[in-house]
Every structure is written in structure tokens, then in C-alpha cells.
């Protein structure tokens, strides 16, 4: 992760401080949910992550669930 130093008012982090003692979050976890909020993902981008999960997916088997429950109950 990158480190970020900002130079913010000390009255914004302390509203910032009650804010995320109020969600039960530290001050970071409340700030990068405000930037992440801030910075949702654009269409091409969701389709681009979705693929790229997807490709770290296992493949899914030729293996039919009838022939499993068939498999087991054969097997009893």
C-alpha cells in the first residue's frame, strides 16, 4: 500500500475521529471508505476486475451432480 501525507486541519480529523468511533473504525479504515466512496469504479473498469477475477477462477468441472448423487447412492 502507498503512503499518503496529508496536511489536514486538526478540527477535520477530530470530526473525522468521532466519525469512525461512532462505525467502530479506526481513523485510516473511515478515511479510505470516504476516498473509496469518492472514487467508485466506472462501467469498463467493473468489467475489467470482473474479469480479472473470473480468470483466477478455477474452471468448472464437466462433472454433472447427477452422476454424483448417482455415484453415492450406488456406493451404498
Do not use: C, F, W, Y
Amino acid at each position: 500500500m502507498t503512503d499518503v501525507v496529508l496536511d489536514l486541519d486538526e478540527s477535520l480529523i477530530q470530526r473525522l475521529k468521532v466519525t469512525a468511533e461512532l462505525k467502530g473504525r479506526t481513523l485510516e479504515e473511515e478515511i479510505l471508505e470516504i476516498i473509496r466512496r469518492a472514487a467508485p469504479l466506472t462501467p469498463e473498469e467493473r468489467v475489467a476486475l470482473s474479469d480479472r477475477i473470473r480468470a483466477k477462477q478455477a474452471k468448472p468441472s464437466n462433472l454433472l451432480s447427477e452422476d454424483l448423487i448417482r455415484e453415492a447412492r450406488d456406493t451404498r
